[in-house]
């Protein structure tokens, strides 16, 4: 009886354990942008970092099809199979095999593109170096650490590969002529974080576990191709903002567009990554065993704690925009000033969003729901984010992000209660 009872004791505690070194990932990743950003933007220039920036985004879609929706398919595969090791082990050698196909049809795609465009050809060597970012993302089994809760292991890791990617640039990146070698520095940070994690990774799933299961290659693709749609739309409408604004605005105002995002980003990321990191693979436990009662309670607890503190931040972001652009991103960034105060409620709705996508629709599987509704949103984005873009630049980019995410927040609330998940706000 009393092992029994201490059981939802021992449960809850470890999952405040998982969110805590969660945590402490996110708050270097809010601070580590706060000293990155404003150092890349006054030895690069406003226009080369625009250009760094501009690289990155553009990456982010070739970074996604790698990935192909596993991060969510194959976490909440990884948290059904988490007792079990070789099926851990085959899980994990055919996701890792599959992300490397990918991966070779993206830089293949790339390729294509850095030849047949001359706006990119020209920077060729900026764009070649953040493609490391498909390695990492091919092999880095961040999704499988999730799974199986090794937060503390997947949070020393990803701390590790930022601390020393982000030592390496203030090392070796002086002036505008080494924007190529800080995108490769940038991109660095997953490989690094693979290689902190091989040794836990190996003793959690030992290598002769790691057999590709062909016949398990064709399901995984299934389980994943709607999260692929889901986080692919996602990818369009985050990213087109930037690569847009980077065909009709000068570099200079892509770098303040794309500085204020980062600084928005950063505490969306610190207030929402950990609880979904740390929660949702304790949901799809839970609703895989169908104790709907536990679930419920852990979702509305969830949004109870975090939406006021959104809110909060969001109205400092507005009311201290300015200080915050001179103090963190120094003179020559002031339109950034006008692009962060547009922003500022994207925490709060950043925070909506990914609850009702993340903790609500994925978590009862609703991937498919999900996915035709993004990729809907981004492929209608389009419409108000070219004229957006042209009329007001970084502001309109600013204001074309603001109505997608509303419009994304709106529609996965509609989701969920015409599909009867929100048993426990009624």
């Given amino acids: 009886m009393s092992a029994s009872g201490n059981t939802p004791a021992r449960a809850t505690h470890g999952l405040r354990r998982n969110i805590l070194a969660l945590y402490v990932v996110q708050v270097l990743n809010f601070a580590l942008p706060l ?50 090791p070789r099926q851990l082990g085959a899980l994990l050698a055919s996701v890792t095999v599959v992300r490397l196909g990918l991966m070779c049809v993206a830089l293949l795609a790339l390729a294509a593109l850095l030849i047949s465009a001359p706006r990119f050809a020209e920077h060729a060597a900026v764009y070649a170096a953040s493609s490391l970012t498909l390695l990492g993302t091919a092999l880095f089994p961040n999704w499988l650490l999730q799974g199986v809760e090794a937060m503390r292991t997947l949070a020393l890791a990803t701390v590790t590969g930022r601390l020393v990617a982000v030592g390496l640039i203030f090392a070796l990146v002086h002036d505008p002529a080494d924007t190529a070698l800080a995108a490769g520095l940038q991109a660095l940070s997953l490989l690094i974080a693979l290689v902190v994690a091989a040794r836990p990774l190996i003793q959690l799933v030992p290598v002769q576990h790691w057999k590709v299961d062909r016949q398990q290659i064709p399901a995984l693709f299934a389980d994943s191709r709607n999260a692929f749609v889901c986080s692919g739309a996602v990818t369009l409408y985050t990213s087109a903002t930037t690569v847009a604004l980077g065909f009709f605005a000068p570099t200079s105002l892509v770098g303040a567009f794309s500085a204020a995002a980062k600084i928005v980003a950063a505490i969306s990321s610190m207030l929402w990554a950990p609880i979904s990191q740390g929660v949702y693979p304790r949901l799809s436990a839970l609703l895989s065993r169908r104790d709907a009662a536990a679930s419920e309670r852990l979702q509305a607890l969830i949004l109870r704690a975090l939406l006021p503190l959104a809110v909060l931040i969001t109205v400092a972001l507005w009311l201290l925009a300015e200080p915050v652009v001179r103090i963190v991103l120094g003179s020559g960034m002031e339109p950034a000033i006008g692009v962060l105060r547009v922003l500022a409620p994207l925490p709060a709705l950043m925070i909506l969003s990914n609850y009702f996508g993340v903790l609500v629709l994925f978590a009862h599987g609703e991937f498919a729901a999900a996915s035709r509704f993004q990729a809907a949103v981004a492929v209608v984005s389009l419409v108000w984010l070219l004229p957006l873009v042209q009329l007001g630049a970084a502001e309109g980019a600013a204001w074309s992000a603001l109505i997608t995410e509303t419009v994304i927040t709106v529609g996965f609330i509609y989701l969920c209660r015409t599909r009867g998940l929100l048993a426990w706000s009624s």
């Fill in 35 to 84: 000293i990155s950003v404003p150092y890349l933007v006054r030895v690069l220039g406003a226009s080369s970092y625009g250009l760094l920036a501009l690289a990155g985004a553009l990456i982010v879609y070739f970074a996604a099809f790698t990935d192909f929706g596993f991060g969510i398919a194959g976490t909440r595969a990884a948290a059904a199979a988490r007792d079990d």
